[in-house]
């Protein structure tokens, strides 16, 4: 069985200071796991994706998630935040690669931005 | 480059009406999705397909009927609406070799 936790369902920061959003996983075989962003009344957008390569991923708008296997953590951070970088951040596991198998939606954090 | 299309962007429905959510995708993708969004629920899952004619149940298929005949469309069909299935449908296509998922702008219905 496979399922995402998201330990957070609202994260606040000031612009220009870190933006941690955390995200647990469990899965029965090696994971893909993904980072969409959600700009309110939009659709989801891929920030990133780790499918079993570098275990420090890079995406778009200076965001990067760590894959740490030992701790089954995707965490994604982002060195100082702006103001266009307020919306909802799904952390999303796939259990059969990235190609194959359905997959499972963490519940959502929703990060605001503070001037 | 259109990617994924979703109509309507609104719909209001009585309890009890039907209706058609249409998606069309050009990028040749097999696997198409939809999943409704509820707030603090996330994204769940209700019908998939990994090609056309073939057609699977997900999380939360009750109450909505698809079919898929050709590559690109991907239509959602309620057949008798419920004030419970107020909410955000998206549809989604998948790239086979990466495993991302593009998503259309969404569908809001709201059933009273």
């Known amino acids: 069985a496979q399922s995402v936790t998201q330990l957070d369902s609202h994260v606040s920061v000031s612009e220009g200071t870190p933006v941690l959003l955390r995200c647990n996983y469990s899965s029965s075989y090696s994971p893909s796991l993904f980072w969409y962003v959600q700009h309110p009344n939009k659709g989801l957008q891929l920030l990133l994706k780790?499918?079993?390569?570098?275990?420090l991923v890079k995406g778009i708008n200076g965001f990067e998630a760590e894959f740490k296997k030992s701790e089954t953590s995707f965490h994604l951070t982002k060195p100082s935040a702006h103001m266009s970088d307020a919306a909802e951040y799904f952390c999303?596991?796939?259990?059969?690669?990235?190609?194959?198998?359905?997959?499972?939606f963490g519940k959502g954090t929703k990060l605001s931005v503070k001037p | 480059n259109a990617g994924v299309t979703q109509t309507p962007k609104f719909q209001v429905l009585k309890t009890g009406q039907s209706m058609t959510l249409q998606c069309a995708q050009d990028m040749n993708h097999e696997y198409m999705s939809w999943y409704r969004q509820d707030p603090g629920m996330g994204l769940r899952l209700i019908h998939y397909?990994?090609?056309?004619?073939?057609?699977d149940q997900g999380e939360v298929p009750n109450g909505y009927n698809v079919s898929r005949s050709t590559t690109e469309d991907f239509p959602l069909r309620l057949l008798s609406a419920a004030p419970s299935q107020t909410s955000v449908y998206f549809c989604?296509?998948?790239?086979?070799?990466?495993?991302?998922?593009?998503f259309g702008e969404g569908s809001r219905l709201t059933v009273l």
């Open positions: 989604a296509s998948r790239e086979t070799g990466t495993g991302e998922l593009f």
């Open positions: 397909s990994v090609g056309a004619g073939i057609t």
């Open positions: 999303v596991v796939s259990a059969l690669g990235g190609g194959q198998g359905n997959l499972i």
């Open positions: 780790y499918t079993s390569a570098a275990t």
